[in-house]
């Protein structure tokens, strides 16, 4: 077994045991399916050497799947209950444990860098069920901001997913998307059901594996997310008049369309990730 958690009466024990119920707020759904938990590991490939950052590590189900596989583990809770229960769930490997409390969005990655400041590695993979109200900007921040990590295996709402692994010009496909591609590839993904979780959450869901793959050196890539912005700053506009209305000058972007062989009249979602990256080029 993975981890010994991932059944209901094993999640329902420990909240009891803690005097603590779900919190819908903070986006708490348990999982409780010792398989998906494998599924997850499988993708992650994880070595002795690996530092993992978890968000949102809740009872500790994955985390205590995580520990004996990596070197450590940093986890980001934000629920002021729950480290002293990971101090109780995780205890056989509590010196590979290091617990970060605050809001994930707001710690990771700039922050928490700050906070752990030497006093934990720095990670090298993000491994989480993340809460799905958030879980989109952590992806993405994690991989702008914090260089070192260079695989994400997280739980996401399937939306999310979809988003996450979109091409241009399909219904998902968006500056989100377009963004991410800058930075990272989808390499792996399954889908995991409402009823793996206790409570079940009213959404399906998907595991997502994503490996760094820059397009642009680390420098060129705030530019290129300014371009991809401002083109779909009025997604049902042309890119034309979208960045128009955003302060490019029109007569620059036609000249740039043109040296990019760009549509002026094309709409933002029908362009790759690399035409973004060429256009911003041409601007520069």
């Known amino acids: 077994m993975h981890s010994p958690l ?35 590991l499988g993708l992650a490939e994880l070595t ?21 596989q990596c070197a450590a583990v940093v986890a980001v809770e934000m629920d002021p209950d729950l480290p002293a229960v990971l101090a109780e769930t995780c205890a056989r490997d509590s010196e590979k444990l ?11 990655p700039r922050a928490f860098l700050d906070f752990l400041d030497g006093a934990a590695p ?15 900007t952590i992806v993405l921040k994690t991989f702008q901001e914090l260089p070192s990590v260079d695989r994400a295996v997280v739980m996401v709402q399937r939306e999310v997913a979809d988003r996450i692994a979109a091409g241009p010009g399909t219904k998902a496909y968006g500056a989100y998307t377009a963004k991410l591609r800058l930075f990272a590839r989808v ?41 991809i912005d401002a083109a779909f700053a ?22 740039a369309f043109e040296a990019c062989g760009i549509s ?5 979602e029908t362009l ?10 041409a601007l520069a």
């Open 6 to 40: 991932a059944t209901p009466t094993a999640t329902k024990a420990v909240l009891q045991r803690h005097g603590l119920f779900t919190k819908h707020r903070l986006g708490q759904n348990f999982l409780v399916n010792d398989a998906v938990i494998g599924r997850i």
């Open 48 to 68: 002795p050497q690996d530092v993992v950052l978890e968000v949102g590590p809740g009872i500790g189900t994955l985390t205590c799947a995580l520990l004996p």
């Open 98 to 108: 290091t617990v970060v409390p605050g809001d994930a969005v707001r710690l990771v």
């Open 122 to 136: 720095v990670p090298d993979k993000l491994v989480s069920n993340l809460p799905y109200q958030v879980a989109a």
């Open 187 to 227: 390499t792996g993904r399954f889908e995991v059901g409402p009823g793996n979780f206790f409570p079940p959450p009213r959404v399906d869901s998907a595991v997502v594996r994503l490996d760094r793959a820059m397009l642009v050196p680390e420098d060129e890539a705030p530019s290129v997310c300014a371009v």
């Open 234 to 255: 009025q997604r049902r506009k042309t890119i034309r008049n979208s960045m128009g209305a955003t302060g490019f000058e029109k007569a620059r972007l036609d000249a």
């Open 264 to 268: 002026p009249a094309c709409r933002a």
């Open 272 to 281: 790759a990730p690399e035409q973004f990256v060429a256009l911003a080029r």
